[in-house]
């Protein structure tokens, strides 16, 4: 039978009064296999915590009742619409989404939209799977910043695309297969912001195989030792594939 390790943590920081992170880290009805997901809310009066609430709880109906992740996602995004074009005090409100659906055979379906990221850590290299939807990100694309220079802009959390903001959001998608041993880590910018690539492979990998929970624990650790000024969310799956 395949095996799927699953922990998750998110905590506030040092500096925000609430969360306005959200996460998912379950296993779907049936044969389904397994959905995590993380929001990154935005807004005032608390409203960014009832945008990212919101749209996780769209997107969990709509998968578990078969609707393909893409249209999941775009179904999120409407909801959130929904309530903050209606609601003045929501007025405003959006939210990042990175979700993935874990098959039974390991098979990875990845959606994104916004800042918050999906990592791949296989034997010891961590890849981005995800591109962030930012101001900073255009610019380092097109070489006017340094990835340094972008962790220190000013204007680094300005998205240029975001969850129930507009009527309609383009969805970015990747599938990817697991490997034996492979971890996937989904986090929100409280995490990727504290913590450079490198840092996140080394805390990934000084767990010993499959220890999760002592995975996602160091890495808040380590989010909120480097000042923690932004809510800190990380979901970890680690794969090992067919195992007794």
Avoid: K
């Avoid at 409100?93 to 039974?104: E, F, S």
């Avoid at 850590?121 to 255009?138: A, M, Y």
């Avoid at 507009?166 to 034996?180: C, G, I």
Wanted: aromatic share 4%; with cysteine.
């Amino acid at each position: 039978m395949p095996v799927l390790r699953l922990a998750a943590r998110t905590h506030p920081g040092w500096v925000r009064e609430n969360n306005e992170d959200a996460y998912l880290a379950e296993a779907l009805p049936g044969d389904g296999g397994w959905l995590l997901a993380v929001a990154d809310g935005m807004g005032g009066h608390r409203a960014g915590e009832v945008a990212s609430w919101l749209a996780l709880r769209t997107l969990r109906e709509c998968v578990v009742a078969g609707l393909p992740l893409a249209q999941a996602v775009v179904a999120a995004n409407q909801e959130v619409f929904r309530r903050q074009a209606g609601d003045p005090d929501l007025s405003g409100m959006g939210t990042t989404l990175t979700v993935a659906v874990i098959g039974r055979g390991g098979a990875v379906e990845l959606c994104h939209v916004g800042d918050s990221r999906a990592y791949l850590l296989r034997q010891g290299h961590l890849e981005r799977l995800t591109q962030d939807h930012s101001l900073v990100e255009e610019f380092v694309r097109n070489g006017a910043l340094t990835e340094q220079e972008a962790r220190r802009h000013p204007q680094r959390n300005l998205l240029t695309r975001a969850i129930g903001t507009d009527v309609s959001v383009p969805v970015d998608e990747t599938t990817v297969q697991l490997e034996p041993a492979d971890v996937l880590l989904l986090c929100s910018d409280g995490l990727s912001e504290a913590l450079p690539d490198s840092r996140l492979a080394a805390l990934l990998a000084a767990a010993g195989p499959g220890d999760v929970a002592l995975q996602v624990e160091a890495l808040v650790e380590a989010a909120l030792a480097a000042g923690g000024s932004d809510n800190i969310t990380a979901v970890l799956a680690w794969w090992d594939g067919d195992a007794p």
